[in-house]
């Protein structure tokens, strides 16, 4: 099953933007685990777009007012949730941010 993991963390997350994963993301692709993911720019750098009634509405930056906003993504391929949360919990931006896990929705649960 395929899990995304969002990279969150407060202003002070910032300046680990450019740390990489010490090695994390390697181990991960070497075990064959990574089906894609990134970095983000800043929430400042943003574009919000919602569409109501037929008109496109953009606001610069981020829609919600939030602590912490999503500064990268990794999608990984795990057999069960436990092997998605162990995995996350080794992620260096786990010491000084947060990782959300979620399940992904596979093509055939959109049929």
């Not at 997350?13 to 990489?20: K, L, M, T, V």
């Not at 496109?56 to 990794?74: M, N, S, Y």
């Amino acid at each position: 099953m395929q899990y995304l993991l969002m990279i969150c963390g407060d202003e002070t997350a910032e300046e680990h933007a450019y740390d990489g994963c010490g090695g994390w993301s390697e181990d991960m692709d070497r075990r064959g685990k990574v089906r894609g993911g990134g970095g983000l720019r800043p929430p400042s750098e943003a574009t919000t777009i919602r569409v109501r009634d037929g008109e496109v509405l953009l606001t610069d930056g981020p829609f919600t007012e939030a602590k912490e906003q999503i500064g990268g993504f990794v999608i990984l391929d795990c057999e069960d949730l436990d092997e998605a949360l162990d995995l996350a919990a080794r992620h260096p931006a786990a010491t000084y941010g947060s990782i959300e896990v979620r399940p992904m929705l596979a093509p055939e649960d959109f049929t």
